[in-house]
């Protein structure tokens, strides 16, 4: 319920070089959120350099080229289409690795880019490798970029039915492993191939990782069911090496520069072995559904925690136009909660977002029918914000509530007054996670109350009461800052993650984990910590918010480094990394 730090490899130009001066201006424009335009010449350039490596020998790459291209509101139509004809946009820049790797840009302007590599037989990884994006500031450089890259793989084989015959024109799906709200979940990457008339498949040019694989047989649409726009009939699916259960699937893992060969894998076509049909209707309270209207998402999520699912949204679709009736197929047994998001444009009356219907199955060998999917009357959300400490430097305008639901991929969101108050409007009343973003740097969540009783850790039921919401911030948080150095000596590690995970009795409380990036130095600080106990763990790589799995957090639990945090306070601490974790 503090701010949650989505890290995203960018990195920001240092400003030491500017003048004293200016430094405190700049900082002053930061934090009032504003851009001082006259704190260099509007047409001040920069230099941009850094060096290209193997992540495996790490030996340079040389002859790579290295395209700066500009991002955000400034690309326009004809720098998108000078880029898809293979050149560069007025505003890229580019430059090439010499022999020893290196690279430098010059005449750089100010503003937001993102790293493109091209001209090599190299490729990004899925994870780590240095910054995929630069922000870069007025007349001043960005030296010493390390990038690291990897030589691509091949993944291929054969997909046969029950008979062991080739199973044609099938469409098969690579998967990784990713983490939501505590949560495992399998997370569809973009590649995606069809089986050949021999029922071959192969994925090329591929980073090495651990991957997942789903099949599936799309079939046309029967006549008898008519189905909304983009839906689709999922006939048969099944994961390698041959289970229609995502929880049964078994990772590949692919080496840095591997054809990996013969991974072939079976797929059921026959009705017998294709998994349950869940069919039933939708049922409003208050505001109907309007007719035609595509649901934006409609599937399940095992019941128990331990269990990951294949797909967030979409898993299974085969939704009827008809007014409120739908049919999922190819459901393995097990215990899940069915759920569906209706889109704002799905309801006769305004709603905040999507709005969600939730419901208990229990699944066996046999098709479950006239299931009733409720969803319920919305309910308006409201509550205030308060301060401990000193408030001058908290402006609630500038704050977030975001409402997180367990199943849906992105939360429900509303911002204060200028006094603290805030409303959800037309908000579903299930269970929330309460997340405030936007806190300046000391800033914490202290509680969270609902009608004077703490749901902090527990989360908000607006089923039960989704009034008098009270959530009191503290200006007096502590601050974590340290550096991060290679396990096989003193040398500074760059873009390692840091973490910071509450004891043991406070995990579920998400809020209270927190994230930084190390810099080009190997520092890092983590401020506006709750004072408590906590433990601080340093990765070389790591798949985003694994850290909030309990399963996956207990591998490596005696590598952490147990701290204290005091109310303003300010801890120092060194670390060594956790290594890299195989994909």
Not at 308 to 337: C, H, S, V, W
Not at 426 to 433: G, T, W
Not at 548 to 572: C, D, K, M, P, W
Request: hydrophobic content about 35%.
């Amino acid at each position: 319920m503090s701010i949650r730090e989505y890290g995203n490899g960018n990195v920001c130009l240092s400003a030491r070089a500017i003048g004293s001066r200016l430094m405190k201006i700049l900082i002053a424009a930061i934090a009032l959120g504003t851009i001082v335009q006259s704190a260099a010449p509007q047409n001040a350039v920069s230099v941009v350099s850094g060096v290209l490596r193997s992540k495996e020998t790490p030996e340079p790459i040389r002859g790579a080229t290295v395209v700066l291209r500009r991002t955000g509101s400034s690309v326009d139509i004809a720098a998108t289409l000078a880029r898809t004809r293979g050149g560069l946009a007025p505003q890229d820049r580019k430059g090439n690795t010499g022999e020893d790797g290196r690279f430098t840009i010059g005449d750089v302007p100010a503003g937001e880019y993102s790293i493109v590599i091209q001209d090599t037989s190299y490729i990004k990884p899925r994870n780590g490798g240095g910054p995929s994006n630069i922000t870069v500031i007025s007349g001043t450089s960005i030296r010493d970029i390390d990038i690291h890259l990897v030589r691509p793989s091949t993944l291929s084989g054969t997909l046969i039915d029950s008979k062991r015959q080739p199973v044609a024109a099938a469409n098969v799906q690579l998967f990784e492993m990713a983490y939501r709200n505590g949560r495992r979940l399998l997370a569809q990457l973009p590649n995606s191939v069809r089986t050949n008339g021999q029922g071959e498949y192969k994925f090329s040019a591929i980073p090495p990782g651990e991957y997942f694989m789903r099949a599936q047989i799309i079939p046309p649409s029967s006549p008898n069911v008519p189905l909304v726009a983009n839906a689709s009939t999922t006939n048969s699916t099944s994961y390698y090496p041959g289970t229609v259960d995502a929880f049964g699937a078994v990772p590949i893992l692919v080496h840095e520069g591997e054809d990996a060969v013969g991974r072939d894998f079976a797929i059921a076509v026959d009705r017998e072995n294709i998994g349950v049909t869940i069919s039933g209707k939708l049922i409003t309270e208050g505001a109907g559904l309007r007719e035609g209207v595509p649901l934006s998402g409609f599937g399940l999520v095992p019941r128990e925690t331990n269990k990951f699912y294949g797909n967030f949204y979409n898993a299974f679709t085969n939704i009827a136009k008809i007014p409120g009736q739908f049919e999922i197929r190819g459901i393995p047994p097990g215990l899940y909660d069915m759920f569906v998001a209706i889109p704002p444009n799905g309801f006769t009356v305004r709603s905040n977002g999507s709005l969600y219907g939730r419901t208990p199955v229990t699944v066996s060998k046999n098709d479950i029918e006239n299931v009733r999917m409720v969803i319920p009357a919305n309910v308006d959300v409201s509550g205030k914000l308060e301060v401990k400490g000193d408030p001058a430097g908290v402006r609630f305008s500038q704050l977030r509530i975001d409402f997180v639901v367990d199943y849906a991929a992105a939360p429900l969101s509303t911002v204060a007054n200028a006094t603290g108050e805030f409303m959800l409007v037309q908000a579903s009343p299930y269970f929330y996670r309460l997340v405030v973003s936007g806190l300046p740097e000391s800033v914490y969540v202290e509680d969270i109350f609902q009608k004077g009783r703490s749901i902090y850790d527990s989360g908000l039921d607006a089923a039960q009461d989704s009034s008098d919401l009270r959530i009191v911030l503290n200006t007096n948080g502590g601050t974590i800052q340290g550096s991060v150095s290679e396990a096989s000596g003193t040398k500074p590690l760059p873009d390692a993650t840091v973490t910071l995970v509450p004891r043991l009795g406070k995990r579920e409380n998400l809020g209270l984990y927190k994230k930084a990036n190390t810099a080009q130095d190997g520092t890092f600080v983590i401020g506006g910590v709750l004072p408590g106990e906590y433990k601080l763990f340093a990765w070389e790589d790591i798949p985003d918010f694994a850290y909030e799995n309990a399963e996956f957090l207990s591998n490596y639990e005696s590598r952490g480094q147990t701290i204290t945090v005091v109310s303003g306070g300010r801890l120092s601490v060194q670390l060594k990394p956790i290594p890299l974790i195989p994909r």
